[in-house]
Each structure stands twice: as structure tokens, then as C-alpha cells.
């Protein structure tokens, strides 16, 4: 069975740094493209970033120079580092795998996310 | 245009048929998938590629699309349907993917 597990959030202060972690079983994260997807309080979704399965990287605009997306192969692990945080980026973080092939692209599983609220 | 346009809000009285849309230019070269999102819950794929729906999504539910835009419609539209509907594909450069801002589904 899939499952995505994330943790790590929690409160912080504006400037501050917080690592998310999704923890997955079921699959291998390294052999998939995972991302980041959040959802402010009231808001909608907001793709975050992605790691294919090569290693390559990319971000939104919004968090480019201040949050890294990384995965640990022995964990199994997918993180988020977010770094100079701020207020605009409390929101509910949730991981989930892409199935991308051509012109075909979709999040097949999700994690149940986890909140980040940045305030001082 | 990296962006994926929805309607806010629409609502369908029960029993009746509904089609959410969305448009973006990202629509010509990538499908968009649908994800269906209840309050204090993550979202949930509906519908992806041309019109195909995950296991355990009910045949109400499919798919189309026509040049940049994209749609979702619920023919015999369920209380339980109501919920919020995103949107999403890659964007232009293929490297970013974009959601759409979501349509709130009132079932009446």
C-alpha cells in the first residue's frame, strides 16, 4: 500500500528556518517525481517544487533561493528545507508523487500534510 | 501564460448534470488532471489524461478537453460531491506545474 507521511511543522518565527520531512512507503521515492504542494488558510492549492527522479530540481517562483527539496534513498524520505521564512508562507504542506510521461501529468498519491504557520 | 483559469463557485442541484472548466495555455501541450478536495482533507485525484478515473472514482465523473481548456463534468450529481475542484498541469516549459484556483461545488 502507498502512503506518504509527512511531519515537521509547527510554528515559527518569521526569518526562521524549518525542514519538513514526507516519509513514503510502498514505493521508492527515488525512482519517482515527487513535489511539494501547500494551501494557505482559505486559500488554493500552490505547487511548491519537484525532484525527478535524476535529481533534478525546480521551484516556484515564490520560494526560489529559499527553500531546497531534497530525498534521502535510505530513509525513503523526501524533505523540504525553508529557509528566511515568512508570513505568506504559512500554510498546510502536503508531498505527493507525479506520475509524468509525455503529455500526461497527475498527483496519483498524497499525503495528509502538515502546518506550517509562520508568525512572530 | 503559466496561469490555469477556473470559475469559483458553481452549484447544480442534485440529480443534475455539472461541468467545471478550466483554461490555460498550458492546455495545448499538457492534460490537465482533477483533484477533488473536502474541507480539513488532502486532495484527491478524480480524473487525469484525456478522461480517465482512478479506481474507486465513480463513472459519474469524466473527462474532456479542446484546445487550451479543460473540463470535468458530473452527470447525476451527488450530495457527497460537494467539495472543491482544482485543476492542474504542467506548465508551457514543462519544468513547473500550475494549479488552478479552484471552483467550490455547491450541490442544492
Known amino acids: 500500500e502507498v502512503r506518504l507521511v509527512e511531519t515537521g511543522g509547527g510554528l515559527i518565527q518569521p526569518g526562521k528556518s524549518l525542514r519538513l520531512s514526507c516519509a513514503a512507503s510502498g514505493f521508492t521515492v527515488s525512482s519517482n517525481y515527487m513535489s511539494w504542494v501547500r494551501q494557505a488558510p482559505g486559500k488554493g492549492l500552490e505547487w511548491v517544487s519537484v525532484?525527478?527522479?535524476?535529481?533534478?530540481?525546480f521551484y516556484a517562483d515564490s520560494v526560489k533561493g529559499r527553500f531546497t527539496v531534497s530525498r534521502d534513498n535510505s530513509k525513503n524520505t523526501l524533505y523540504l528545507q525553508m529557509n528566511s521564512l515568512r508570513a505568506e508562507d504559512t500554510a498546510v504542506y502536503y508531498c505527493a508523487r507525479e506520475i509524468w510521461f509525455g503529455a500526461r501529468t497527475y498527483f496519483d498519491y498524497w499525503g495528509q500534510g502538515t502546518l506550517v504557520t509562520v508568525s512572530s | 501564460s503559466s496561469e490555469l483559469t477556473q470559475d469559483p463557485a458553481v452549484s447544480v442541484a442534485l440529480g443534475q448534470t455539472v461541468r467545471i472548466t478550466c483554461q490555460g495555455d498550458s492546455l495545448r501541450t499538457s492534460y490537465a488532471s482533477w483533484y477533488q478536495q473536502k474541507p480539513g482533507q488532502a486532495p484527491v485525484l478524480v480524473m487525469y489524461d484525456k478522461n480517465y478515473r482512478p479506481s474507486g472514482i465513480p463513472d459519474r465523473f469524466s473527462g474532456s478537453t479542446s484546445g487550451n481548456a479543460a473540463s470535468l463534468t458530473i452527470t447525476g450529481a451527488q450530495a457527497e460531491d460537494e467539495a472543491d475542484y482544482y485543476c492542474?498541469?504542467?506548465?508551457?516549459?514543462?519544468?513547473?506545474?500550475?494549479f488552478g484556483g479552484g471552483t467550490k461545488l455547491t450541490v442544492l
Open positions: 525532484i525527478y527522479a535524476g535529481g533534478t530540481t
Open positions: 492542474n498541469s504542467r506548465d508551457s516549459s514543462g519544468n513547473h506545474l500550475v
